[in-house]
């Protein structure tokens, strides 16, 4: 079962995701860039490996059909070209998502629905049944994009988003933490790739000293103990037929296997922590349920306190904004309100500058040599800290628009 897969990811991510992809596929696959995502020429197996070892991409979905259209009978229309009984029965349930582009059509969701109407008279006239819809949790899903003139559709291959790896509780593994931004999982893997880290001794240790929930340590220590991204969850296309044939499942299990047996003990060592215990305490036990418990050191400290755990290595931070922005033992100035900077909120600081200027400072006098890498919507971060940046990278929080900053870090000066 060969065809073209598809996986999205954050504008920015393109060229990491296409040199991952070739890693986990090897040389021979046929991999190239695309606007928001990278196209692989694949088969079956190459799906289920881009599903387990991919950190970077969103989702891998398996393109089934595309052509021209100009009303929502030609949507109908592309969608019954493809015969939905070799991938689902009635007992299946579906969901189909759409987007667009330049789209002439007036309804989005009418077009969506005219693709489950496919679905479901394609069925209903094979086996005299149809299949149910169910929005949260199907067993099917569809993707729909609408271009100008072009329609495509795929299948969801992944289920829940890649970025869900399966160590965070109910609540999505945070504490609400006033003005903190969530940072995904596969933001995380592409700020290390940005940074190029990959957890050999050649990389150097990392920390992470405003590590929130330990999203970015945990990201870290699973790569340095060479943890498959997806060993701890499932996927929707083991519950599609295409998948269930014997053969494809003695394959998924051997490859599941191999990725257990290819953890090891950590190659380089991880240091995070918060100026919160709380927030501390929080991320270890992110780290626990990740796996990765025993390949991270954490210690509560203030980023502006916080002495170096080594000589040399690679600071990867998103500065958090809100209350967990004040050293401690400071309070915001009485009467002052919190200063708006760059779209974030910093309380106990004087202003954003203030913080990064003691930030800066403490760099210099302490970690000379190092690296960092800092990921922050304030475009404006290097004057801040009277820094030059040897690099900075476009990146998307969501519908942030951020940049990792690489600073190298030099001893008593400012640049």
């Known amino acids: 079962m060969d065809g073209t897969l598809f996986l999205p990811c954050a504008a920015g991510v393109e060229p990491y995701l296409a040199a991952e992809c070739r890693v986990l596929l090897g040389a021979g696959v046929p ?11 694949g088969d079956a197996i190459a799906a289920m490996r881009l599903n387990l070892g991919s950190r970077l991409a969103q989702r891998v979905l398996w393109q089934v059909a595309d052509g021209p259209y100009a009303s929502e009978q030609d949507i109908y229309a592309l969608a019954r070209r493809i015969a939905w009984p070799q991938w689902i029965t009635p007992r299946h349930t579906l969901r189909v998502d759409a987007s667009a582009w330049r789209s002439p ?15 479901c008279d394609t069925l209903r006239e094979a086996t005299g049944e149809r299949p149910s819809v169910d929005t949260r949790h199907p067993d099917l899903g569809l993707v729909l ?12 291959l992944s289920g829940e988003a890649l970025f869900k790896r399966g160590w965070r509780n109910a609540q999505g593994g945070q504490v609400q933490v006033k003005g903190e931004a969530p940072l995904k999982e596969t933001l995380a893997a592409a700020m290390l790739a940005a940074a190029g880290w990959h957890g050999r001794p050649e990389d150097g240790g990392l920390l992470d000293p405003c590590c929130g929930a330990g999203t970015i340590a945990i990201e870290a220590a699973q790569i340095a103990c060479g943890m498959a991204p997806g060993l701890h969850r499932r996927f929707a296309f083991e ?13 998924w ?14 190659a380089v060592p991880v240091w995070a922590g918060d100026v919160s215990f709380r927030m501390t305490d929080f991320a270890a036990r992110n780290a626990e349920r990740a796996g990765v418990r025993h390949a991270i050191e954490f210690k509560t400290a203030d980023v502006l306190q916080r002495p170096p755990p080594a000589p040399r290595g690679l600071i990867v931070m998103n500065p958090p904004y809100g209350e967990r ?10 009467g002052a309100g919190p200063a708006l900077v760059g779209g974030e909120r910093f309380e106990g600081a004087q202003d954003a500058a203030d913080f990064y200027a003691r930030l800066a400072s403490h760099w210099k006098k302490h970690y000379g040599g190092w690296t960092a890498h800092v990921l922050t919507p304030e ?17 998307w929080n969501g519908a942030i628009e951020c940049r990792l900053f690489r600073f190298e870090l030099v001893s008593g000066s400012a640049r």
């Open 145 to 156: 994009h609408l271009g100008p003139e072009h329609a495509s559709l795929a299948i969801d």
């Open 105 to 119: 059509l007036r309804s989005i969701n009418f077009a969506a629905l005219k693709v489950k109407d496919a679905v």
């Open 253 to 266: 299990a051997q490859m599941q296997q191999q990725a257990r047996q290819a953890v090891h003990a950590p």
């Open 379 to 395: 475009a404006k971060l290097p004057q801040l800290l009277r820094l030059k940046e040897s690099r900075r990278t476009p990146m």
């Open 239 to 251: 519950r599609l037929l295409p998948f269930g044939s014997p053969a494809l499942r003695s394959a």
């Open 325 to 334: 922005i004040a050293p401690k033992g400071q309070g915001q100035a009485q």
């Open 31 to 41: 991999v190239d860039e695309g606007r928001g995502g990278v196209w692989v020429q």
